[in-house]
């Protein structure tokens, strides 16, 4: 496990470790976690440019505008932020935001398979958990109990990563599944009804037994995880050499063995492919539509 000191010590080591003018998309940057992220990025790195996709223009105009007082020493306010406002729960409108600003059509590709099954699939994919083993695979998940959901979709999407990551040339590009913690965000706000009582309250108690993350330390968390050579190469280097294990990794203790157990029995009975093809499926359905 990675210390918050050694996280933040490697953050430090960006701008004289990694070149100038590194390029970034936030999806999602305008708000919470995004956010924070996006200016740990522009506080770190020297004339970043960020594309930042939202729906909220004053958002990003209040960013852009606070943007403008970070930066690395002799660097502030050198970042270029272009704002892509757009609603990226519809295909078309991610397929037509990415492809016009020059950005390479699987960047379009990742970020729009992650945001269908973040945003658009996410309650209609897998629970392989529940059903694997049965061969009767409730890919919509229309009778997974709510309790369930939540490792359903950590599943799923560790796996459509693996199967992105399956079509990227080797080394060139990490997919990284992260779990924030809990952190206060607009996030538990917009939540309705009784599972936003339920989220508030819960961050209420985290907040006042200080197990909470703190929205800028969730910044730098994951700051880290987009530049360091632990999950990448070419990132800020790593004293102790020690490379991050992948989910087919064979290393880890506790949750994380089981976890990757869990994921090498899917990936012995094809459950990537079959994630891959339900997923394709759907972007295949929803554009004939
Ligand atoms: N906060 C937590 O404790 C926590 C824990 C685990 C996982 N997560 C995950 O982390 C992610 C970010 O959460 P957060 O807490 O940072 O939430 P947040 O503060 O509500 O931010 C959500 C971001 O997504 C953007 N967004 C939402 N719907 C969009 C759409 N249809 N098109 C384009 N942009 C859209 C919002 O921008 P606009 O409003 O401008 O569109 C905003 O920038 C979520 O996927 C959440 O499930 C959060």
Wanted: net charge positive.
């Amino acid at each position: 496990m990675v210390s918050l000191t050694q996280m933040l010590a490697s953050n430090a080591l960006i701008s004289t470790s990694l070149p100038p003018n590194l390029v970034a998309v936030f999806l999602g940057g305008t708000s919470g976690i995004g956010e924070s992220t996006l200016k740990a990025f522009v506080s770190h790195t020297i004339r970043p440019k960020v594309y930042l996709v939202g729906r909220s223009r004053i958002s990003a105009d209040r960013i852009i505008e606070e943007c403008r007082t970070l930066g690395p020493e002799d660097h502030i306010g050198e970042s270029e932020i272009v704002f892509l406002q757009a609603d990226l729960s519809l295909m078309k409108v991610v397929e037509r935001v990415f492809t016009p600003e020059g950005l390479h059509k699987f960047l379009a590709t990742a970020y729009y398979d992650r945001t269908l099954v973040m945003q658009h699939l996410t309650p209609l994919l897998i629970n392989g958990a529940n059903s694997s083993s049965d061969g009767n695979l409730d890919m919509p998940a229309l009778k997974i109990p709510f309790s369930a959901i939540r490792g359903h979709m950590g599943t799923l999407v560790t796996l459509t990563l693996e199967a992105s990551a399956a079509t990227a040339e080797p080394n060139k590009i990490s997919f990284i599944h992260g779990n924030p913690g809990l952190v206060r965000t607009p996030y538990q706000d917009k939540m309705q009804g009784a599972f936003g009582v339920f989220a508030r309250s819960l961050m209420w108690i985290k907040k006042i037994t200080g197990t909470d993350i703190p929205l800028d330390e969730s910044g730098e968390r994951h700051l880290f995880l987009l530049t360091s050579a632990r999950y990448a190469p070419g990132g800020v280097p790593i004293p102790d050499g020690d490379l991050a294990i992948g989910t087919d990794g064979l290393k880890g203790s506790g949750r994380a063995r089981k976890v990757i157990s869990t994921l090498g029995k899917y990936r012995k009975e094809g459950m990537v492919d079959k994630v891959w093809a339900h997923v394709q499926g759907e972007y295949e359905r929803i554009r004939r539509s």
